[in-house]
């Protein structure tokens, strides 16, 4: 069984910056797509940001321009750079990965931006 851990979630003042880790137990490199999702409390889970092995990217209108998502095999970490945060990426945050065959998902780091 492949374990997905998400960490670096916190809270932070609006504007303010994190970088969420997922850590991958098996090689990251097998798993050609990858990404997050939020939820917050009373809504549906959305995507965030997901990222290929080719290198596409791809982010929700609402994140562009202020997140970044990026894989770095070597590690077998995705990591999610989230800057200019506002009070409405609260969430908790879910890491997946993606082969052929098989799709894992993290229990979630949670995020909360507030003043």
């Known amino acids: 069984q492949v374990q997905v851990v998400e960490s670096g979630g916190g809270l932070v003042h609006p504007g303010g910056s994190l970088r969420l880790s997922c850590t991958v137990s098996?090689?990251?490199?097998?798993?050609?797509?990858s990404g997050w999702h939020r939820q917050s409390p009373g809504n549906q889970r959305t995507l965030v940001a997901t990222?290929?092995?080719?290198?596409?990217?791809n982010y929700a209108n609402s994140v562009k321009g202020r997140f970044t998502i990026s894989r770095d095999n070597a590690k077998n970490t995705v990591y999610l750079e989230m800057n200019s945060l506002q009070p409405e990426d609260t969430a908790l945050y879910y890491c997946?990965?993606?082969?052929?065959?098989?799709?894992?998902w993290g229990q979630g780091t949670q995020v909360t931006v507030s003043s």
């Open positions: 098996d090689r990251l490199s097998r798993f050609y797509y």
């Open positions: 997946f990965v993606r082969s052929a065959t098989e799709e894992y």
């Open positions: 990222a290929g092995t080719g290198g596409f990217t």
